[in-house]
């Protein structure tokens, strides 16, 4: 079956970082769009990050443009989120999701996504 598991997160003090790794199986890896949505308390998912499976172009939700950087390793099936320079706005669970196309991420369509993994929990404060 398909899974998604999340490694990374944790308690990290403002302007600091953290790399979010997800370890996918039990589907296609390298046929998908793979990436990074987040939940705050209280706030609706969004997307925040994803990369294509076709030319590796990415996206980034403008909250987070020159902070974070996606990587994937179909080698390995997995995807990473290296988070820079985090604020206290980046506290949040922070899901792993795979879909067909990147404008699922753009749009925020949690509808969309085929794939979720379980969360992991940022939390950014001092």
């Known amino acids: 079956q398909v899974q998604l598991v999340e490694s990374g997160g944790g308690l990290v003090q403002p302007g600091g970082s953290l790399r979010l790794s997800c370890a996918a199986s039990g589907f296609t890896f390298d046929s998908y769009a793979i990436g990074w949505f987040r939940q705050a308390p209280g706030k609706a998912r969004e997307g925040v990050s994803c990369?294509?499976?076709?030319?590796?172009?990415?996206y980034y939700t403008d909250s987070v443009k020159g902070r974070f950087t996606i990587s994937r390793d179909n080698a390995k099936n997995t995807v990473y989120l290296q988070m820079n320079s985090l604020k206290p706005d980046d506290t949040a669970v922070y899901y792993c999701?795979?879909?067909?196309?990147?404008?699922?991420?753009?749009?925020?369509?949690?509808?969309?996504?085929?794939?979720w993994g379980q969360g992991t929990q940022v939390t950014v404060s001092s």
């Open positions: 990369i294509s499976s076709s030319d590796g172009s990415t």
């Open positions: 999701a795979v879909a067909d196309h990147s404008i699922v991420w753009v749009t925020s369509s949690v509808d969309l996504v085929d794939y």
